[in-house]
């Protein structure tokens, strides 16, 4: 048998036993605003983005990520037509206003619009003639009880389609929704033409999320990791086409020749677009840098 006082060498103390008394302050939390820069033109309203590593950040990583208010950097470690998908799953799945929307022309039969609605996870599309005018919408209510899969979609589709045009703002849009109880509401031009779709759920997305990193377009935002390969202009160009909001020249060190002419090249092909190169390198500078803070406080 132990005794206590071989038990117990000396006091102890938990969580309870301590406070930490906090200094003076005149902040209030709702003050407090943590919004940074991703880079020089994509704010994010937290300072996290997830990594550009093998797994890490994919499409569904990139949305919670963006619908947070931080950026997702899609990983490059994928074949260049995976990438490029990733991106236009996380750039459609939440919009202000859908740009160029899925459509399906009037020739086309039920079994078309089906495959469509499940490659890209929809409940309804416009149906357009050859010059791209609004002609009828089919939703997943026109084809719920739909048997004949080799049927026109003309004859299933809702004709006299309830429209809005160019410019209509997100609270006359809700109205318009509302109003006549649908939930995708074309936009159009003066000669009919479809330029964009309003969905009542983006539209409820945007009420719960305020705080989402979106572009101008209101569609959450995504980053693209590109290696230094053979084929990095070939990515480069299909992650640019699918929507990326930045090119991230995943490297561990931005001073070699190559990484430098690969900057200058994709800067004079895309002057718009954002670019953030050897991120690793950076991350181990700031870590250097913290280390060097940390020492000289303690010597001090």
Not at 80 to 98: D, L, S
Not at 226 to 244: F, K, W
Not at 256 to 279: A, L, Q
């Amino acid at each position: 048998m132990f005794s206590s006082s071989e038990k117990f060498v000396g006091e102890g103390l938990t969580y309870d036993d301590v406070l930490l008394v906090p200094a003076y302050s005149e902040i209030i939390p709702r003050d407090v605003r943590i919004n940074s820069y991703f880079s020089r033109n994509i704010p994010i309203n937290i300072p996290i983005v997830s990594a550009a590593m093998d797994t890490v950040t994919e499409a569904k990583l990139a949305i919670a990520m963006a619908q947070e208010g931080g950026i997702g950097v899609l990983h490059k470690n994928m074949s260049i037509e995976r990438q490029a998908a990733e991106i236009v799953k996380v750039k459609r799945a939440e919009n202000g206003m859908i740009v160029n929307p899925i459509t399906i022309e009037k020739g086309h039969l039920v079994k078309d619009a089906l495959a469509l609605m499940k490659e890209y996870s929809i409940g309804g599309i416009p149906v357009i003639d050859s010059n791209n005018k609004l002609i009828g919408i089919v939703t997943n209510r026109d084809l719920r009880f739909e048997r004949d899969v080799n049927r026109p979609i003309v004859e299933i589709m809702t004709k006299n389609v309830i429209s809005t045009p160019e410019f209509t703002d997100f609270e006359q849009a809700a109205d318009i929704l509302q109003e006549h109880r649908i939930e995708k509401l074309p936009v159009v031009t003066n000669d009919g033409t479809l330029v964009g779709l309003i969905t009542y759920r983006d539209i409820i997305k945007l009420k719960e999320r305020p705080n989402a990193c979106k572009d101008k377009m209101g569609r959450l935002r995504v980053a693209a990791g590109i290696g230094i390969t053979p084929n990095m202009y070939e990515r480069i160009d299909a992650v640019v086409r699918a929507g990326a909001d930045a090119i991230v020249v995943d490297t561990a060190h931005g001073h070699s020749k190559n990484v430098i002419d690969v900057v200058k090249n994709v800067r004079d092909k895309y002057p718009n677009i954002d670019i953030v190169c050897g991120i690793l390198q950076l991350v181990k500078q700031l870590l250097h840098l913290l280390m060097l803070v940390w020492m000289l406080l303690r010597l001090g």
